[in-house]
């Protein structure tokens, strides 16, 4: 079946860096676009950044142009988020997301999440 296994995540002072990983597997990982969302208290789940599955396009929320970076490796079924110069308002659960969409059909995965906490 479809996983989507979110890792990384903790707590971290800010001005600090934590990188999440996400392991994928059941389904072809090459073929889906991936991107990262997050999920503050109180708030709706927002885009944080997506990169295409073909030449690998990265997209960003302007909230974190500059200091994210999504990657990812088709080899090793992993997508990533290297997020440095952390900001309290950062702090969310962070959710890694599979999208493929041919034509009016659309597949569309969802991890788990893993918190991610920004804080002195």
């Known amino acids: 079946q479809v996983q989507l296994v979110e890792s990384g995540g903790g707590l971290v002072q800010p001005g600090g860096s934590l990188r999440l990983s996400c392991a994928a597997s059941g389904f072809t990982f090459s073929s889906y676009a991936m991107g990262w969302y997050r999920q503050a208290p109180g708030k709706e789940r927002e885009l944080v950044a997506t990169?295409?599955?073909?030449?690998?396009?990265?997209n960003y929320a302007d909230s974190v142009k500059g200091r994210f970076t999504i990657s990812r490796d088709d080899a090793k079924n992993t997508v990533y988020l290297q997020m440095n110069s952390l900001k309290p308002e950062d702090t969310a659960v962070y959710y890694c997301?599979?999208?493929?969409?041919?034509?009016?059909?659309?597949?569309?995965?969802w991890g788990q999440g893993t918190q991610v906490t920004v804080s002195s």
């Open positions: 990169i295409t599955n073909v030449g690998s396009s990265t």
């Open positions: 997301n599979a999208r493929r969409k041919i034509l009016a059909t659309v597949w569309d995965y």
